[in-house]
């Protein structure tokens, strides 16, 4: 129950911070975005250093050095995804291919599902898929680039997760450290390089670095969600993160919630409660 919790409040924040970079990257390039987000979310983690504690293995630098390097393209393709849309077509895309890959580990790893599980994994599947999919996503045609950046991001996405999972459990936020400051380098590299093709515009500072620092919140509880529970499951419910979008969307810009993201909602609702009784 403890790792569902975690995995629910990971999730939510997730949602959060992609609502905020997807608005980020709509008024800037989206390296300009990242450049803030990113180095954003290493002051949070540094911070919870002293609270958590850190030890630096070798296994915590590969695996978190290799979370780095997928998180930093995660940043990159997700929010280039939000911002060219349409978003009701990808983001399915991308929550469902950052679960499934996840999932597909746990089990290879050995992990088992009960008959509750059985039920609530796929279940979550589904209602990963409905919660994210908005208006018009029957007519709405993206464009190949489009879909290919949404299935890397997902991928990305579900590469971080992954790695970092791997971690040993007993280096407290040390893969989150080593993580983030190996995509903050890689982000400010990139973008030191492309500096001429960012155009003029400023990013938006308050919002990307709010969207940078729940994405660290959201690892962290991720991170020891997984130390309490499993993956397959974990993850799951982690990529129920267009939920929290979705809500955000609908307090903050009035958008109307379709009946399609309703019944997503409701059917998240009864595989976390199917999930709880593995």
Not at 47 to 57: D, E, H, N
Not at 75 to 83: P, Q
């Amino acid at each position: 129950m403890i790792a569902l919790l975690l995995a629910l409040g990971s999730s939510l924040a997730y949602g959060c911070a992609d609502f905020l970079g997807g608005l980020g990257a709509r008024k800037a390039h989206v390296l300009r975005t990242v450049m803030v987000a990113a180095p954003a979310s290493l002051v949070v983690e540094l911070l919870l250093w002293p609270v958590l504690g850190a030890s630096f293995g070798t296994g915590v630098l590969v695996w978190g050095a290799a979370s780095g390097v997928a998180s930093a393209a995660a940043f990159t393709l997700l929010y280039r995804t939000l911002a060219i849309g349409p978003m009701n077509v990808l983001s399915p895309v991308t929550a469902l291919v950052s679960a499934v890959l996840p999932v597909a580990v746990g089990l290879v790893q050995g992990e088992h599902l009960s008959a509750a599980g059985l039920v609530g994994l796929p279940l979550a599947l589904v209602a990963v898929v409905l919660v994210s999919a908005g208006h018009g996503a029957a007519s709405a045609r993206p464009s190949g680039t489009a879909l290919l950046l949404a299935f890397g991001a997902g991928a990305a996405i579900a590469l971080q997760l992954i790695f970092l999972h791997q971690a040993p459990s007993g280096s407290g936020v040390a893969p989150l450290i080593v993580g983030r400051a190996v995509s903050s380098a890689l982000t400010l590299t990139a973008a030191a390089v492309m500096f001429r093709r960012l155009g003029e515009e400023k990013p938006a500072y308050a919002v990307s670095a709010a969207a940078g620092m729940l994405d660290s919140i959201a690892n962290l509880l991720f991170l020891l969600a997984t130390r309490s529970g499993d993956l397959a499951i974990v993850a799951v419910i982690v990529a129920l993160y267009p939920a929290g979008t979705v809500l955000l969307a609908r307090g903050v810009l009035r958008e109307r919630i379709a009946r399609g993201q309703l019944a997503g909602l409701g059917t998240a609702a009864a595989a976390v409660s199917l999930l709880a009784l593995t």
